[in-house]
Nanobody, 121 residues
Framework: QVQLVESGGGLVQAGGSLRLSCATS????????MGWYRQVPGKQRELVAC???????EYADSVKGRFTISRDNAKNAVYLQMNSLKPEDTAVYVC???????????????WGRGTQVTVSS
């Protein structure tokens, strides 16, 4: 059974930093496209960062220069380092896996349950 479990969310002041972790089981994350999406109630899920197979990392324009996605193959995990956080970054951050692409429309993707990030003014 495939599982993606996020951790590291919490409350942080604007300008602060958080590091999110996604622990995976049932897959080898190094062979997958791995990404982070975020979701706010009443709004559609949006891609924050992704490492696609065969390509470099991709970031939403709103987080470029502030967020960094990375892998730790030994731990079968993926991370999202978030710096210079802003109140508009407040959301539930969800770990995502697919065999080829980061996508919220393709079938056969895997999703975690999410971790809450709240950025105060």
């Amino acid at each position: 059974q495939v599982q993606l479990v996020e951790s590291g969310g919490g409350l942080v002041q604007a300008g602060g930093s958080l590091r999110l972790s996604c622990a995976t089981s049932g897959i080898t994350s190094s062979t997958q496209a791995m990404g982070w999406y975020r979701q706010v109630p009443g709004k559609q899920r949006e891609l924050v960062a992704c490492i696609n197979i065969g390509g470099g990392p991709e970031y939403a324009d709103s987080v470029k220069g502030r967020f960094t996605i990375s892998r730790d193959n030994a731990k079968n995990a993926v991370y999202l380092q978030m710096n210079s956080l802003k109140p508009e970054d407040t959301a539930v951050y969800v770990c995502h896996s697919h065999w080829a692409f980061c996508s919220d429309t393709l079938p056969n993707a895997y999703w975690g349950r999410g971790t809450q990030v709240t950025v105060s003014s």
